[in-house]
């Protein structure tokens, strides 16, 4: 079963849908071979502008023949959504991927059939710009075709990286599923900061973004570690050392840890289900 021949339907056309759709197109994926199910015709009408690809507002039609069905919706709703399209995955033995926060693999073989081949991945929303990060786990039903194909559905928007245990995806989730809102929030924290010491917001934003971008390139394509990185920043008696004992004093790493822990105890909550997931 290769990704050429298989038919791949999205059950939900979101934020993560329409990014993963049009990673796959980007790369060649013929859009003919592509469809998309949502209640919303403004949330399809979204997706249109991507490519020709097969859209519904019913999502048992849209998996009649499915190779792969992808749930993109929101954990709350996954139990209907796994209901709407039970009968179809179950007769055509389609692999199910879900990018759902914090559902697991036994609730989704509850769902949709104790011997549904799952794949359980976390992407991010970076997918966007190609630049995603995706951590993938199957379940034992799931054969080397179908990991290969799951693989190459996400690698489609970004690098992807299998982990052992799915346990491991409630941290994935903490470290770069929820990660690109920590960068974000630390950039807004730095041009308000800029802006109080009297920069324009125009300036301080533009700055913000671009030693974001800069120092993230770095990251990426220098041959020294993070480390060393920040070390030839640091002058030493100079501006960043103050700054970064500041850091260190207030507890920055701690506070890290902290939130990262929150993030995985509300994923491994909303995994457990009930009020919790809500
Ligand atoms: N956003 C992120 O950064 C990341 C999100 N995820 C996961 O991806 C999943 C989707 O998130 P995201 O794309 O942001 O969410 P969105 O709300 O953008 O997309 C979900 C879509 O599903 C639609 N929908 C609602 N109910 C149903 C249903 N019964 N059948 C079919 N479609 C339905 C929604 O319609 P309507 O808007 O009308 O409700 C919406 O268009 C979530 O489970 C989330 O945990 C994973 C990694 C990162
Ligand atoms: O906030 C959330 O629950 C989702 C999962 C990871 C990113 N967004």
Known sequence: MSLDTAIITFVGAGNMASSIIGGLLESGHRPAALRAAD???????????????????DNATACEDATVVILAVKPQVMA????????????????VISIAAGTTIASMQAGLG???????????????LGAGATALHASEQVDPAQR????????????????????????ITALSGSG????????????????????S????????????LGA?????????????????????GGTT?????????DGLSALVQAAMDAARERAAEMGAGGEAAN
């Open 148 to 171: 290969e194909l799951a693989e190459t559905i996400l690698a489609a928007v970004g690098i992807v990286e299998w982990v052992p245990a799915e346990a491991d995806l409630d941290a």
């Open 241 to 249: 050392e103050r700054a970064v004992q500041r850091f260190e004093a």
């Open 39 to 57: 209640p919303s015709p403004e949330n399809l009408a979204r997706l249109r502008k991507l490519g020709d690809i097969e859209l519904f507002e």
């Open 80 to 95: 209907a959504a796994m209901a709407s399209v039970r009968d179809q995955v179950c007769a055509s033995n389609a692999l």
């Open 201 to 212: 917001r125009n300036c301080a934003t533009a700055m913000t973004r671009q030693t974001a």
């Open 180 to 199: 690109p809102a920590y960068f974000f929030l630390f950039m807004e924290a730095m041009i308000e900061a800029g802006c109080r010491m009297g920069l």
């Open 114 to 128: 104790e011997q549904t081949a799952i794949v359980r991945c976390m992407p991010n929303t970076p997918a966007l």
């Open 216 to 236: 993230a390139r770095m990251a990426m394509e220098s041959d020294v570690d993070l480390a060393e990185l920040r070390r030839r920043v640091t002058s030493p």
